[in-house]
Nanobody
Framework: EVQFVESGGGLVQAGGSLRLSCAASGLTFDDYVIGWFRQAPGKEREGVSCISRTEGSTFYADSVKGRFTISSDNAKNTVFLQMNNLKPEDTAVYYC?????????????????RGQGTQVTVSA
């Protein structure tokens, strides 16, 4: 059974930082990508960032480039999202997701392998 443990969400003032982490277990394949998408109340899902476990390639949504950094610890099947200079529009539930393609993580957000989400709230 694939399981995800997400942590690091919380409440922060605009301009502040948070670091999300997601540890995945039970995966039976190695050539996966892992990343984050988010969903704010009343809005559509938005891909945030993705990293290839095998190639190390990283991808970011334009809205977070220069502010967010994704990294991974392959030995622990864990991905991190360092979020700096947070803005109120970053407020959302952030979901960790595993797939074979970053396109899925960033644009379709549909996978059987996703976490339960962690709330990020940025106050003005």
């Amino acid at each position: 059974e694939v399981q995800f443990v997400e942590s690091g969400g919380g409440l922060v003032q605009a301009g502040g930082s948070l670091r999300l982490s997601c540890a995945a277990s039970g995966l039976t394949f190695d050539d996966y990508v892992i990343g984050w998408f988010r969903q704010a109340p009343g809005k559509e899902r938005e891909g945030v960032s993705c990293i290839s476990r095998t190639e190390g390639s990283t991808f970011y949504a334009d809205s977070v480039k220069g502010r967010f950094t994704i990294s991974s610890d392959n030995a622990k099947n864990t991905v991190f999202l360092q979020m700096n200079n947070l803005k109120p529009e970053d407020t959302a539930v952030y979901y960790c997701m595993v797939d074979l393609s970053c396109y899925t993580v960033l644009f379709t957000h549909v996978s059987e392998y996703r976490g339960q989400g962690t709330q990020v709230t940025v106050s003005a």
